[in-house]
């Protein structure tokens, strides 16, 4: 790709597609090739202020508007998404290295999803009354009004509209940063926004670097809430910035998450598929991916040898091809920190089944950040293997003799965000169920999202939760009205 085909991304403020004010650039890589496609604003403390600014003098008349309205404006949004899916899905996976069909099949379709299910949701949000002989208590809810989204580079239009769409729908206005690394798609919806007609400042999409943008976003003094996606390590670090100014924060972070396979459990064919792509989908950068596998002792061989059999014949290839059932990780740094974590594995002990290698993938993906999906064995649970998130396809299997020493395993990290429980026995499933240290727990499958459900984890995982009316309340400030009767 020469300069002149290099796309140049712009920032997305009070309406208009805008280069960034002291026109400083990023570059965008295609992790399966390793080359730069595209240039991203490395925006400043003044792209963020004109986009604090547009959006403060959008949120009157956004607020003032129906839940209908604001509702109509979504579903418009998600329309021409969905009528543009195929060229979202090519861009998707092209800018994180995904298999185009998992872009097909699961980014872009969620992405219209959250959009027209907050539409709905907002439609459908009633607040409480609380009657005594005395009094009637009812509550109200309003919008807060400028809000900021930081979202990760995992599933980029996934979670980037699954901040926006709960934000807008309950009435406020909003300054999102998608990651600096996948900007693309959050860039294209711009141009969506556009043609759906929403109104100028409503929502503004900046892009930069975390340190810069992002820090600037969440200090700027409009923005009265912060909803975050990513690591823990920058959980943390926005945390400290937002406590002393009381801003309100929701924080998705981490996971360590424990696939739990008891001896009853029903072994199909199918279920051990899902236990493979719960640890390997994605190339393992999904936040709820299993990779920590417990088995019980008594089917740990069996268990053993039909799993890495079958993660065996997991294809890693060129995300454009239909055969590819894992694409390339999301960047240099990214490839670096994974094969990292698998060196440490080895010298920690582990005894690596399968994978482990970078793969040599023919064509125009030669020399790139391809892995083998990975499993190691041999480490307990107190490992650095074993505690520490690595985020890509490494999986680790540990063996237990009980339900009491599943359950200690589980907990034993500093993360709780997701777990599955694999048994045939319901009394146990709900037991161990109930007492997993985690925000989310599966039992028999892995992945199925009502997005009615609250959603987010415990421990360093998460504080708050998103999803349905969860995600309603934290864009709301409620205040109580008490009548005398
Ligand atoms: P990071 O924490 O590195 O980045 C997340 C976002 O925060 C990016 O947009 C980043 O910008 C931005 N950011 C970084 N520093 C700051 C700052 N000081 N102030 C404001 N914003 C900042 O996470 P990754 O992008 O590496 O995502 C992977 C992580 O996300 C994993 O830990 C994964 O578990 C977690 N995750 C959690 C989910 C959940 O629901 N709990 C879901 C998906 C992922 P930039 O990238 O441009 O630097």
């Given at each position: 790709?020469?300069?002149?085909?290099?796309?140049?991304?712009?920032?997305?403020?009070?309406?208009?597609?805008?280069?960034?004010?002291?026109?400083?650039?990023?570059?965008?890589?295609?992790?399966?090739?390793?080359?730069?496609?595209?240039?991203?604003?490395?925006?400043?403390?003044?792209?963020?202020?004109?986009?604090?600014?547009?959006?403060?003098?959008?949120?009157?008349?956004?607020?003032?508007?129906?839940?209908?309205?604001?509702?109509?404006?979504?579903?418009?949004?998600?329309?021409?998404?969905?009528?543009?899916?195929?060229?979202?899905?090519?861009?998707?996976?092209?800018?994180?290295?995904?298999?185009?069909?998992?872009?097909?099949?699961?980014?872009?379709?969620?992405?219209?999803?959250?959009?027209?299910?907050?539409?709905?949701?907002?439609?459908?949000?009633?607040?409480?009354?609380?009657?005594?002989?005395?009094?009637?208590?009812?509550?109200?809810?309003?919008?807060?009004?400028?809000?900021?989204?930081?979202?990760?580079?995992?599933?980029?239009?996934?979670?980037?509209?699954?901040?926006?769409?709960?934000?807008?729908?309950?009435?406020?206005?909003?300054?999102?940063?998608?990651?600096?690394?996948?900007?693309?798609?959050?860039?294209?919806?711009?141009?969506?926004?556009?043609?759906?007609?929403?109104?100028?400042?409503?929502?503004?999409?900046?892009?930069?670097?975390?340190?810069?943008?992002?820090?600037?976003?969440?200090?700027?003094?409009?923005?009265?809430?912060?909803?975050?996606?990513?690591?823990?390590?920058?959980?943390?670090?926005?945390?400290?910035?937002?406590?002393?100014?009381?801003?309100?924060?929701?924080?998705?972070?981490?996971g360590?998450n424990a696939t739990v396979v008891f001896a009853d459990w029903d072994a199909s064919?199918?279920n051990?598929?899902t236990i493979?792509?719960a640890?390997?989908?994605?190339?393992?950068?999904?936040?709820l991916?299993g990779?920590r596998i417990l088995v019980e002792?008594s089917i740990?061989?069996?268990?053993?040898?039909?799993?890495?059999?079958?993660?065996?014949?997991?294809?890693?290839?060129?995300?454009?091809?239909?055969?590819?059932?894992?694409?390339?990780?999301?960047?240099?740094?990214?490839?670096?920190?994974?094969?990292?974590?698998?060196?440490?594995?080895?010298?920690?002990?582990?005894?690596?089944?399968?994978?482990?290698?970078?793969?040599?993938?023919?064509?125009?993906?030669?020399?790139?950040?391809?892995?083998?999906?990975?499993?190691?064995?041999?480490?307990?649970?107190?490992?650095?293997?074993?505690?520490?998130?690595?985020?890509?396809?490494?999986?680790?299997?540990?063996?237990f003799d009980n339900d009491e020493e599943a359950i200690a395993l589980a907990n034993a990290t500093?993360?709780g965000l997701a777990a599955s429980v694999w048994t045939s026995n319901l009394s146990r499933a709900h037991r161990v169920g109930a007492q997993l240290e985690s925000g989310i727990v599966w039992i028999n499958c892995w992945l199925r999202r009502d997005?009615r459900t609250p959603f987010g984890g415990v421990k360093?995982s998460?504080?708050?939760r998103?999803g349905g009316?969860?995600?309603?309340?934290?864009?709301?400030?409620?205040?109580?009205?008490?009548?005398?009767?």
């Amino acid at each position: 790709m020469t300069a002149a085909d290099t796309l140049v991304l712009a920032n997305f403020i009070d309406g208009v597609l805008a280069p960034p004010r002291a026109a400083r650039y990023l570059d965008v890589f295609e992790p399966a090739t390793g080359a730069v496609f595209a240039r991203c604003p490395d925006s400043d403390a003044a792209d963020i202020d004109a986009a604090a600014q547009a959006a403060q003098r959008a949120f009157p008349a956004w607020s003032a508007l129906s839940a209908d309205e604001r509702a109509g404006h979504l579903q418009r949004i998600a329309n021409l998404l969905h009528e543009r899916l195929e060229e979202f899905a090519l861009a998707e996976s092209r800018d994180t290295g995904k298999p185009l069909t998992l872009a097909r099949s699961l980014d872009i379709p969620r992405a219209v999803s959250n959009l027209r299910f907050f539409a709905a949701a907002i439609t459908q949000f009633a607040s409480e009354t609380h009657a005594t002989s005395d009094s009637l208590n009812y509550t109200l809810r309003a919008p807060l009004g400028v809000v900021g989204c930081i979202s990760p580079w995992n599933l980029p239009l996934y979670l980037f509209t699954w901040k926006i769409a709960p934000a807008l729908a309950a009435g406020n206005t909003v300054v999102a940063k998608p990651s600096e690394i996948t900007p693309l798609t959050a860039f294209m919806l711009a141009q969506v926004c556009i043609d759906a007609g929403l109104p100028p400042g409503v929502l503004n999409i900046v892009h930069g670097s975390g340190a810069a943008t992002g820090q600037a976003l969440i200090e700027h003094p409009a923005i009265k809430a912060v909803s975050f996606t990513g690591s823990t390590r920058t959980g943390v670090a926005i945390a400290s910035t937002l406590a002393p100014k009381f801003k309100k924060v929701s924080l998705e972070m981490g996971g360590k998450n424990a696939t739990v396979v008891f001896a009853d459990w029903d072994a199909s064919e199918a279920n051990l598929a899902t236990i493979v792509r719960a640890a390997f989908a994605n190339q393992g950068q999904i936040c709820l991916c299993g990779s920590r596998i417990l088995v019980e002792r008594s089917i740990y061989d069996r268990f053993k040898s039909a799993f890495v059999e079958k993660v065996r014949a997991l294809r890693v290839g060129d995300p454009n091809e239909a055969a590819s059932d894992l694409g390339a990780v999301v960047s240099q740094a990214h490839f670096d920190k994974v094969m990292g974590h698998i060196a440490l594995a080895r010298e920690e002990g582990g005894h690596v089944l399968c994978g482990g290698e970078q793969v040599r993938v023919d064509g125009r993906c030669a020399d790139d950040w391809f892995i083998t999906p990975t499993v190691i064995e041999g480490l307990g649970a107190a490992y650095r293997t074993n505690q520490e998130e690595i985020f890509g396809p490494v999986a680790t299997l540990i063996a237990f003799d009980n339900d009491e020493e599943a359950i200690a395993l589980a907990n034993a990290t500093r993360y709780g965000l997701a777990a599955s429980v694999w048994t045939s026995n319901l009394s146990r499933a709900h037991r161990v169920g109930a007492q997993l240290e985690s925000g989310i727990v599966w039992i028999n499958c892995w992945l199925r999202r009502d997005l009615r459900t609250p959603f987010g984890g415990v421990k360093d995982s998460g504080v708050g939760r998103e999803g349905g009316v969860e995600a309603l309340r934290f864009f709301t400030e409620a205040k109580n009205i008490c009548v005398a009767l």
